[in-house]
């Protein structure tokens, strides 16, 4: 491994943030950066986020918003779509699609033994077997050992908390105020949409880059 592997958390349409966040790790062509998923929806421009992206090569991970949007998209069925996704299915180009139907669920670094995800894991079964509606939405465990919204549980405990690796995960999703790093994880949504920051996290270094969200673009 001879460059940087950058994981950058939940851009949601924040093109300016992506952009000057981007500027500041000063990438070249030996680092790989790998997005969390949800690129799209709530924030100014998806369409930017995904240009970025394609234009710096990164590998983008399947998030909930992304995958909500291809569920509509396959079944035209609106029981799976949210108000804030109409405006960007209807503004997605045909490369768009694609670049969504080509996001992988998780991406495995054998090298640094971790693992990249949109949400996390259920802690007691397989990381490799679980399918795209846990891995994609969990935040928090019930008492059955269920995923679960952290709105719906608020007294849960999160996912990360009940997680034993190794692999060490690094994950988004779960919006908080600060970078929730623990001994197995660290979860990098520091709510750049909501006002927050963009975070990413650099190996090997271990290093953390934050940018400040210019404004709360989502209440
Ligand atoms: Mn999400």
């Not at 994981?7 to 966040?21: N, Q």
């Not at 997005?35 to 991970?61: E, F, M, T, W, Y």
């Not at 105020?177 to 927050?196: H, M, N, Q, R």
Request: overall charge negative; proline content about 7%.
């Amino acid at each position: 491994m001879n460059g940087r592997i950058i994981a950058i958390g939940d851009i949601h349409g924040c093109h300016l943030e992506f952009g000057e966040l981007l500027d500041r790790l000063e990438l070249t062509k030996d680092d790989r950066l790998i997005l969390l998923g949800d690129l799209v929806n709530r924030g100014p421009d998806s369409c930017k986020v995904i240009d970025l992206a394609r234009q710096h090569n990164a590998l983008s991970l399947l998030g909930n918003h992304e995958l909500r949007l291809l569920n509509y998209r396959r079944t035209t069925d609106t029981a799976f779509l949210k108000s804030e996704d109409e405006d960007t299915h209807a503004k997605l180009r045909p490369e768009d699609w694609a670049y969504l139907e080509a996001m992988p669920l998780t991406h495995y670094v054998d090298e640094l033994n971790v693992v990249f995800v949109h949400g996390g894991f259920l802690p007691n079964e397989p990381w490799q077997r679980q399918p795209a509606n846990v891995v994609t939405r969990i935040q928090v465990i019930d008492r059955d050992g269920k995923p679960r919204k952290r709105a719906d549980e608020p007294d849960a405990p999160a996912w990360a908390d009940l997680w034993n690796g190794p692999p060490y995960v690094v994950y988004g999703h779960t919006p908080r105020p600060e970078i929730y790093k623990l001994k197995w994880s660290v979860g990098i949504d520091t709510a750049c949409v909501f006002g927050g920051h963009l975070t990413a996290f650099e190996f090997p270094e271990k290093r953390f880059v934050q940018v400040k969200a210019r404004k709360a673009y989502y209440p």
